[in-house]
Nanobody, 116 residues
């Protein structure tokens, strides 16, 4: 049974930090590119960051570049998103995605709210 379980979301003040985690099970984790998506209320889900299966290659949306860092631990089957210097516009539900060829798995999402 495939599972992606996100954790680490919450309420944080502008300028603060959060670290999201996504624990995977039920598939060959180290074969999949991993991605974090964000969906704000009234908006479509958008790609925030992705990391290759080996962890060597990463990519970020322009709005988070320099503030967010994606990483993975293939031994622990976990992908992380370190979010620093958070802004109110970073508010949304964050979803973990595993992608390989035409296969996509999704987590249930974790809410991040940036507000004073």
């Amino acid at each position: 049974q495939v599972q992606l379980v996100e954790s680490g979301g919450g309420l944080v003040q502008p300028g603060g930090s959060l670290r999201l985690s996504c624990a995977a099970s039920g598939f060959t984790f180290n074969s999949y590119d991993m991605r974090w998506y964000r969906q704000a209320p009234g908006h479509e889900r958008g790609l925030v960051a992705r990391i290759s299966s080996s962890g060597i290659s990463t990519m970020y949306a322009g709005s988070v570049k320099g503030r967010f860092t994606i990483s993975r631990d293939n031994a622990k089957k976990t992908v992380y998103l370190q979010m620093n210097s958070l802004k109110p516009e970073d508010t949304g539900a964050y979803y973990c995605n595993a992608h390989f060829l035409s296969v996509d798995y999704w987590g249930q999402g974790t809410q991040v709210t940036v507000s004073s």
